[in-house]
Every structure is written in C-alpha cells, then in structure tokens.
C-alpha cells in the first residue's frame, strides 16, 4: 500500500503523467496530495492524463478540505463518467478537459463546488432498445448535478467530439439550489438519433433544471 501512495505522489509532479483511477474518500485520504486542504494553500490534485475507458478516472467522497483539480485530460469510450463528487465540499476544477465520458463529471449531494475554464467534448451513454440498427436510446452529458447546492459553472466550453459523439446535455441539473452558470458556450448540446420504431428522436438541452430553485443562469451562448 505504501508503494501504491508514493506511486500516486510522484505523479503529481510529472507533467502529463499518465494514470489509473484516483480514489479519494475522506479528508485523511487527501493529505497525500500537494497543499494544506485550507483556502488559501487547497489540496493539489493537477497535470494529468487518465484513461477512463474501463473505470471513472477520478473519483471524490466525503470530503470537505479545499482541493484544486487543474490542468487534468480525461478520455474514455462513452462508457464512465469522467470524474465523480459525491457528498464533497470546497472543490475547484479549472482548465479540465473531458472527452467521450458517460458523463464528464457528476455531482451528487455536494456543494460549493466551481468548475470553470473547462472543455467537455462528445459526453455521452447508448444502449441498444433492441435489434434494429439505429434504435438506441443514449442519455449521459458534461455536467450532471442532483441534490446539491452552491454550484459555480463558469467560462466552460460544451462541444462536440465528432458527429456521432456530442454532449446529449450540457448541464443537467436536479434539485440544485442557489447555483450559477455563467459564460459557457454550449454547442450541438441536442443530438438526434435514427430509429427503426419511430422514425427518429431528439433529445437534451444545452441547461436543464429539473425541481431546482434560486439558480442564475447568466450571459451562456448557445448558438
């Protein structure tokens, strides 16, 4: 185990460093990482390229340190979300980018959490309804909240990945308070899909509030 966390240290300091799924669960876990978890000095966690393609590649619970996730490439295969907060406080992610996750991050019963100058590309799930070609049903997006509060979504940009692979939403929010998305540039956030029962079906939204209250939703272009 002490190999595995000096492992883990050293990475941070190698820029572009490849890397398995992070695990932190806990604010003891997190002293591992650069920094003291306080505003001022948060913990680091930065310069970082992970394979999501088998697992999520990076995953947060129950913590309410200070942390800094920067500079961090994340690629997957549409198949697992690219990072996951679940029950966390305090965290900031800046200059991210996440291609072809299940979800690029989702949050989960987490506040105070900023996420900003981001790039989210082709984030999106299918399954197959049945044996027809086309008739898939596909859901997934960049931003997926539920249960939370404070959230800051700022200057990010939701593109796609190619013609088959957009962000089907771009931010999808579920009984989300006092929260702000601002200055984000949203593209191709609805994809449309051919089906051999209907004839084809669109779905997603660039913003989608589901039972969420007191939100601003300031200056995005969606064009």
Known sequence: MRVLVIFLVMLLFLPLASAAQLTFVGDESLKELPGSGTPG???LLGNLFI????????LIKNTSAFLLIKNVSIVGENKRPGIILENVKNV???????VRCSYGIKIINSENITIANSTFKGNLYCYWKSKFAGDADC???AIFADYSRNLHIINNSFVPHSYLFSNI???????VKNSTIYGNRFVSSVKCFPSAAFGGYCKGAAVYLDRSSGNEIIRNTIP
Not at 92 to 98: D, F, T, V, Y
Not at 170 to 175: A, E
């Open 92 to 98: 900031r992610i800046e200059n991210i980018r996440i």
């Open 139 to 141: 859901k997934g997006g």
């Open 51 to 58: 394979n999501a393609t088998n697992d999520t590649a990076i």
């Open 169 to 175: 939403y771009g931010v999808y929010l579920i009984m």
């Open 41 to 43: 000095d948060p913990y």
